[in-house]
């Protein structure tokens, strides 16, 4: 049991999945705050392919 808790092996693993959900939260919360700007945005790019 101590052996298993000395490893680290997975221990790279978790760090990377660590920096993938601090980004997604952050691009989630920009989106939340910029909603309206994006909506406008993407409506614009809509028009102009019409």
Same mark, same amino acid.
């Given at each position: 049991?101590?052996?298993?808790?000395?490893?680290?092996?997975?221990?790279?693993?978790?760090?990377?999945? +660590?920096?993938?959900?601090?980004?997604? !939260?952050?691009?989630? *919360?920009?989106?939340?705050?910029?909603?309206?700007? +994006?909506?406008?945005?993407?409506?614009? !790019?809509?028009?102009? *392919?019409?």
């Amino acid at each position: 049991m101590v052996e298993f808790l000395r490893s680290e092996d997975g221990q790279g693993l978790v760090e990377y999945a +660590l920096i993938i959900a601090v980004i997604a !939260i952050t691009v989630i *919360l920009a989106m939340v705050f910029f909603r309206d700007q +994006l909506s406008n945005y993407f409506s614009n !790019i809509g028009n102009n *392919l019409t």
